[in-house]
């Protein structure tokens, strides 16, 4: 079980609308920073742990600041994304370029930026030399196959686009070592949304394994094992969280067992989470708009899967709160929709709320990853404003909703249909 609250009182929720109208997301940076330090804890046993937050989460350079206050650095897949980075300080190998089908000036920027050069196929090592240059410190990602059979906790590897297959990796470690890169991580990223403890057990005692095999058959002490993003939050009240210290503490089992005998004790180990950094302390906030009777009741929110796409896309369960009727029995049964011209927009379906009125609040939790990051312009929907909540209680602006300027402004030659 988890609790699912919104940090703001109603009377204060009411004052941030009078300023900020809704629909927005916001961001709890206070629950943020104290979850970036939970899970450096459970890894402070490493010789050194660095997370490197996966961008595409969350892609907002005010939150990217934060993070690195905390030590985090950024885990980059887009020429945008590294540039965000770079907008919030964060640079070196700090970053971590873990891309697929990587264009040219994508590897470009990361060398400029002296990013760690995480590279998802053999083939690419003569495509960066090219393009790029050779980095001082790479890595691969790691595609274990069929290594594991029928395995629930991570799927069907030879099904997915990624990384380098169990032979390739050792081909590729000994090819960027003839052309002179002397440091080199590992990597993997095979699950996702996960919540159990074996899970994460799993995928590490695969990389631990794998980074012997390379020390013994190629002589290359691995410097860091990143072990991926992936860690899932529960999205229903009903689930438990990951248990982070027993996750920790299981990792540092394996690393002892595996790891520390074969010489590669001062191996560090890194991961790049997003979902689990910020998703539960992020919130979309919409107001009520309409109420419809006709098979179902509905009710229509001023917002739509432009501004959370996971429901509709997915099926996926978010958590609503009516703000000011939190204990009230949620005796009404309703479909929660947005505007979109799609009947897949909703944000629930027959989900039992209490009765909704016209202007009622409406917070949709687990919003703080993979939330506004997956917003468009489909039907001409605009994308909704990020705000930040400070400890102290003060809210900050960190990214503008979108207007119908913005709308137009990549449509050429009609510069003066706004004006009339
Ligand atoms: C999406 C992604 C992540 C982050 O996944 P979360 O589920 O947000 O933790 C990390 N690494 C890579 C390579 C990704 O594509």
């Not at 300080?89 to 760690?116: C, H, R, Y």
Request: aromatic share 8%; proline share 4%.
């Amino acid at each position: 079980m988890n609790q699912k609250s919104f940090p703001i009182s109603q009377e204060a929720l009411e004052k941030i609308i009078a300023k900020y109208p809704t629909p927005f997301h916001i961001y709890d940076e206070k629950a943020i920073r104290q979850n970036l330090r939970r899970l450096f804890k459970a890894f402070s046993w490493a010789p050194e742990f660095r997370e490197y937050f996966a961008v595409k989460a969350t892609p907002n350079p005010r939150l990217l600041q934060i993070f690195k206050e905390e030590g985090a650095g950024a885990d980059c897949s887009s020429l945008a994304e590294l540039m965000l980075s770079e907008a919030a300080d964060i640079t070196g190998e700090k970053i971590m370029l873990t891309s697929n089908d990587t264009p040219a000036d994508e590897f470009q920027k990361a060398i400029q930026l002296g990013a760690v050069i995480n590279l998802d196929d053999i083939t690419h090592i003569e495509y960066l030399e090219k393009n790029a240059g050779m980095p001082s410190i790479m890595s691969f990602r790691y595609n274990p196959g069929n290594l594991i059979e029928g395995n629930d906790i991570i799927g069907k590897p030879t099904e997915a686009k990624y990384g380098l297959t169990h032979d390739q990796i050792l081909k590729a470690y000994k090819l960027a070592q003839e052309k002179g890169v002397k440091r080199f991580g590992l990597h993997c990223m095979v699950i996702s949304n996960e919540l159990r403890t074996e899970g994460f057990l799993l995928t590490a005692s695969i990389m631990f394994n794998l980074a012997v095999e390379i020390k013994n058959k190629l002589g290359i002490s691995i410097e860091f094992v990143n072990l991926g993003g992936g860690i899932g939050i529960p999205y229903r009240p009903e689930q438990d969280e990951v248990d982070l210290e027993a996750v920790g503490a299981g990792i540092h089992k394996l690393y002892q067992e595996i790891m520390e005998p074969a010489g590669l004790g001062s191996c560090a180990i890194a991961m790049e989470s997003g979902r689990a950094i910020t998703g539960p302390y992020g919130y979309l906030v919409s107001t009520a708009i309409h109420r419809k009777d006709t098979y179902k009741h509905y009710i229509g929110l001023d917002s739509c899967m432009a501004n959370l796409m996971r429901p509709a896309l997915y099926g996926a369960y978010h958590h609503i709160t009516v703000i000011g009727k939190e204990n009230e029995p949620a005796d009404h049964v309703y479909d929660v929709t947005g505007s979109l011209c799609e009947n897949n927009d909703k944000f629930a379906i027959d989900r039992q709320l209490p009765k909704i009125d016209i202007g009622d609040r409406i917070v949709i939790h687990d919003a703080g990853a993979h939330g506004h990051a997956m917003g468009f312009n489909y039907n001409g929907k605009l994308r909704s404003a990020e705000l930040l909540l400070h400890e102290d209680g003060s809210v900050e602006l960190i990214r503008r909703a979108e207007t119908i300027d913005d709308y137009f402004a990549t449509l050429t030659g009609f510069d003066g249909a706004l004006i009339k």
